[in-house]
Structure formats: C-alpha cells, structure tokens
C-alpha cells in the first residue's frame, strides 16, 4: 500500500521561497497512470489544488499560483518536491501532498500524506 | 470562489439519510466524472466515491454518489456520529486546466 509523507520547514518568512518534500513508499514513482500533486488547505478553510506532475515529468499548475509554483521530482530518492517562491501570509496552509490516479474512465485522489503545516510570518 | 459549489453545512440525527449536493458548469461537472472526499476533524482526506458513484474497496454501501447534468450528490444513509466530518466534491475543471474542488460542507450529526 502506497504511503506519502510530507516534509520541510514549518516558518517561512514573507518574500521567501517555501520547499517541501514528498517522500513515496510502497510503489515507484515512476509508475504509470498517476499524477503525484500538491493540494493546500489554509486553516478552517477548503481545499486549493496546486499542481500536479505526471511520471514522464509533465506539469499542470493552478493558474492562479503558475508564476510561483514549480514541482521537480528526484525518481533516485522516489521524493518530488513544490516550490512556492515569493510567500505571503496568504500562503499559510497545511499542504498535503497526494496520488492523483487516473484510470477506469475517472480520475480520483486515492493516497495523501498526513499533511504539514507551514505558517508564512517574520 | 470555488467552481464548485456545495451548501456550508448539513445536518441529521442518528439513522437519518442526507444528502450534499455540488453544483458545478458544462466545464467540470458537465463533462468530467465526480469524487467526493471525507476529512474527519485534524486529519487528511479520503477519497469516498470515484467515477461519480463508485466506491472504494472500504466504504460501505450506506454511501453513495450520483450525477445529473451540471450537478452531483453525495448521499449517506443510517447516518452514523462516525459520519460527523467535512466533506468534498472534485472534478477536472477543462476552463481552469486543473482540479477543481467544492468548497466543503460541514455535516454534524445532531
């Protein structure tokens, strides 16, 4: 059974660049079919889907964070990553990170990690 | 504002059905398959139904999805306090080039 784990600072101060890590175990990264993504979700609010990155490396952002965002992966350490440059307080959230599979005509989120809370503040 | 779009809350007594509805466009809902999500207070989601009505090995049956049109409902029968959670609709959005998601509706079992 596949488990993600998030991990990274939990302060970053304002005008910064936040960087967090998703460590995959229990299947490669690089199987096909799934989309390893970022989703947010500030405090008592809904979720915010960041971006995606398909096996062969392939991107899809949110517009409204395409300028800031950017997801690598590292297949060696089987992690992928999100950038998030020029933090504001608006970015405060805890972010998970999830498997977006996509087969059987549909395509669903079926593993998260537990989530990380990073607070944007001086 | 979310392209989707699900009332704030719901409610119902112990063995009540309720359901949560998720209005979406021609964009997402229209033409893409729904999932719902189940976040349970401090913890992460889970997906509860795929393909617009289709479960997880795991979820029981008293759960259900359906989809008309533009819009979908989740359904929960002999609702239980272990119901009492946040809850999610998503879909890809073919405007936004992306996933969509409701922005949740707080079901409490009174």
């Known amino acids: 059974q596949v488990q993600l784990q998030e991990s990274g600072p939990k302060l970053v101060k304002p005008s910064q660049t936040l960087s967090l890590a998703c460590s995959v175990s229990?299947?490669?990264?690089?199987?096909?079919?799934?989309?390893w993504s970022w989703i947010r979700q500030p405090a008592g609010k809904g979720l915010e889907w960041i971006g995606r990155m398909y096996t062969s490396g392939s991107t899809d952002y949110n517009p409204s964070l395409k300028s800031r965002v950017s997801i690598s992966v590292d297949r060696s350490k089987n992690q992928f990553f999100l950038r998030l440059s020029s933090v504001t307080a608006t970015d405060t959230a805890v972010y998970y990170c999830a498997r977006y599979y996509c087969g059987d005509g549909s395509c669903r989120f079926d593993s998260w990690g537990q989530g990380t809370l990073l607070t944007v503040s001086s | 504002q979310s392209e989707l779009t699900q009332p704030p809350s719901a409610s119902g007594t112990p063995g009540q059905r309720v359901t949560i509805s998720c209005s979406g466009s021609?964009?997402?809902?229209?033409?893409?398959?729904v999932s719902w999500y189940q976040q349970l207070p401090g913890t992460a989601p889970r997906v509860l139904i795929y393909?617009?009505?289709q479960r997880p090995s795991g979820v029981p049956d008293r759960i259900s999805g359906s989809k008309s049109g533009t819009s979908a409902s989740l359904a929960i029968s002999g609702l239980q306090s272990e119901d009492e959670a946040d809850y999610f609709c998503a879909a890809w959005d073919d405007r936004l080039n992306g996933v969509a998601f409701g922005g949740g509706t707080k079901l409490t079992v009174l």
């Open positions: 229990g299947d490669s990264i690089s199987s096909g079919g799934y989309y």
């Open positions: 393909n617009n009505n």
């Open positions: 021609r964009f997402n809902i229209g033409s893409r398959t």
